[in-house]
Nanobody
Framework: VQLQASGGGVVQAGGSLRLSCAAS????????MGWFRQAPGKEREFVAA????????RYAEFEKGRFTISRDNAKNTMYLQLTSLEPDDTAVYYC???????????????????WGQGTLVTVSS
């Protein structure tokens, strides 16, 4: 299984970015996916998760409606639209695929078994 995250960059506070995660090596449409992030000196934290069909989603409380997770099963790709970015959003963003097929979106790190390499988002003030 391979996950390739992309779309990070440097943006000013209030700006937007769209992250992508391309997956291969597993029947993408059967597995939930998630985004996590890790800021310098901090532990990795949950950002958002989406179910296998794309109709069920969960978000971390900190995102306050600013982020939108989505997926295109025909393209084996998941997305994370980031808007109204704040300096505290600066982090490496990782995508991950769930260990087990089907199921509901989950926030637990241990429920994911493959991770992308991460894409860096830097928000300047």
């Amino acid at each position: 299984v391979q996950l390739q995250a992309s779309g990070g960059g440097v943006v000013q506070a209030g700006g937007s970015l769209r992250l992508s995660c391309a997956a291969s090596g597993r029947t993408f449409s059967r597995f939930g996916m998630g985004w996590f992030r890790q800021a310098p000196g901090k532990e990795r934290e949950f950002v958002a998760a989406i179910g296998w069909a794309g109709d069920r989603k969960r978000y971390a409380e900190f995102e306050k409606g600013r982020f939108t997770i989505s997926r295109d099963n025909a393209k084996n790709t998941m997305y994370l639209q980031l808007t109204s970015l704040e300096p505290d959003d600066t982090a490496v963003y990782y995508c991950a695929i769930r260990r087990d097929p089907w199921g509901v979106p989950t926030t637990r790190y241990s429920d994911y078994d493959y991770w992308g390499q991460g894409t860096l988002v830097t928000v300047s003030s």
